[in-house]
């Protein structure tokens, strides 16, 4: 049977309030957050803020509790046993009543082992950590180097499309005077809502990076400004000094080794295994019928002979094998890595510095000239537009170079095992 209508709709206000509320308490966050940041901001963010780091940050816990489980020393055996006499003859003690408390005991280090086995275990999850940590600090410095590129061609733009509108009034008062056709006014007009609808498309562009900075900080509805500037540092160091840098502190080969020490852990442990644990036993014996009470000690120990943690140990050699293999193969790829970032990085510099240099610094030349020449009626419509266009193009292309070179340092920074922060001169 439906609900009656007024109950119905009472749910539906409820449902709409829970839902408007939770929008409110979203966007207050978003409103306490800065509207404009840097990269430091961005990676304090990551590091401090981000739900998504938090929650691998917890596996640090599980380790922790690893630590304490192998450091437990094993419980005492209480046991009793009763001894009644049948329908026998009685040549002794009708009852026998019999206490013992055994302790198992770990005379040969084998607790020591396990301690350090779940301390490598620690240290181990945190270098892989530390190594998840770059990577995501590389992904999030990448956006950021999308966001200042989407910023810097909305300006540049922007100052285009100012520059067509001034064009544009020469041309309607050239028009007015007689000395143009109202067909130059049409293109040019069309020409800068052309130019309209790029910087709205760019718009998208800056909204879909602010929108991947924001995600990949685990801030809903945030949609920050960067600030800073598309200014990449040339690479001066060799190959060899940024090598020996990487080898000895890229978090991922720091994790591949801390993986074979926690290996070689395992193996030691898996070895002092071996050793029996034996246990004490401590008890009272009474009997009744022929009163007496008797103390006694002893020892038990399991006899090795068919099981000498032959699987454990082959276990633990198999995946100190793996782990080795492992470091020499990142090791390997993250050396290729490197050169192949040093190289891009130089060539991106060069390119960027090459336009910089011989065609950037000649566009407000160009532009200047372009406007003059169609003033002075030494060129038409087509070709004023071509020059404007080819500033367009050029100064999208300007930017491109950039952002494809802080691409390229982002790249080399993470190959060469340095931090954004540390690099910037700032404190890690």
């Not at 829970?18 to 404009?36: D, K, M, P, Q, Y």
């Not at 046993?81 to 019999?98: D, F, I, M, P, R």
């Not at 990142?330 to 011989?358: F, K, M, Y």
């Not at 038409?380 to 340092?409: C, P």
């Amino acid at each position: 049977m439906s609900r009656p209508l007024p109950n119905r709709i009472t749910a539906a206000w409820l449902i709409g309030i829970v839902i408007a509320a939770t929008l409110l308490h979203r966007a207050g966050e978003a409103n306490e957050l800065s509207s404009e940041i840097t990269i430091d901001d961005a990676l304090r963010i990551l590091q401090s803020e981000s739900p998504r780091w938090a929650a691998e940050r917890a596996q640090l816990s599980l380790a922790e509790a690893e630590i304490i489980a192998a450091s437990v020393l094993s419980n005492p055996t209480l046991s009793y046993n009763l001894l009644q006499l049948g329908q026998v003859a009685n040549t002794g003690a009708a009852s026998t009543h019999q206490v013992t408390l055994e302790q198992p005991l770990l005379l040969f280090g084998q607790r020591g082992k396990r301690i350090e086995a779940a301390q490598a275990a620690q240290r181990a999850l945190r270098a892989d950590l530390s190594a998840r940590f770059a990577e995501r600090a590389r992904d999030l410095h990448r956006v950021f180097v999308d966001l200042l590129g989407a910023q810097e061609k909305q300006r540049l733009l922007h100052d285009s499309l100012q520059e067509m509108q001034r064009a544009e009034a020469i041309v309607r008062g050239r028009a007015a005077a007689g000395d143009r056709s109202q067909y130059d006014v049409l293109r040019i007009a069309l020409e800068s809502r052309a130019l309209a609808n790029e910087l709205a498309t760019v718009e998208a562009e800056r909204l879909e990076a602010a929108g991947q900075l924001g995600q990949l900080l685990g801030k809903p509805g945030w949609q920050p400004r960067a600030r800073g500037d598309l200014t990449p540092i040339d690479p001066t160091q060799t190959a060899d000094v940024l090598w020996e840098r990487a080898r000895a502190r890229h978090p991922a080969i720091v994790a591949a080794q801390r993986r074979i020490e926690q290996a070689e852990a395992v193996v030691s442990q898996a070895r002092r295994e071996r050793a029996p644990e034996i246990a004490v036993q401590l008890g009272l014996m009474a009997t009744q019928a022929e009163d007496s009470l008797s103390a006694f000690i002893g020892l038990s120990t399991p006899v090795p002979i068919l099981n000498r943690q032959q699987g454990p140990i082959a276990r633990a050699q198999a995946a100190h094998n793996v782990a080795q293999k492992e470091q020499r193969a990142v090791v390997a790829e993250t050396e290729a890595a490197l050169q192949r970032a040093i190289a891009v990085s130089r060539s991106r510099h060069t390119a960027a510095a090459h336009l910089a240099q011989e065609v950037f610094a000649h566009l407000p030349e160009l532009r200047r000239m372009a406007e003059e020449s169609y003033r002075q009626g030494k060129s038409n419509i087509v070709d004023l537009l071509d020059a404007f266009r080819s500033l367009k193009t050029l100064r999208m292309q300007y930017v491109e170079q950039l952002v494809g070179a802080e691409h390229a340092e982002v790249d080399l920074l993470f190959a060469a095992g340095f931090s954004a922060q540390s690099h910037r001169g700032t404190n890690p």
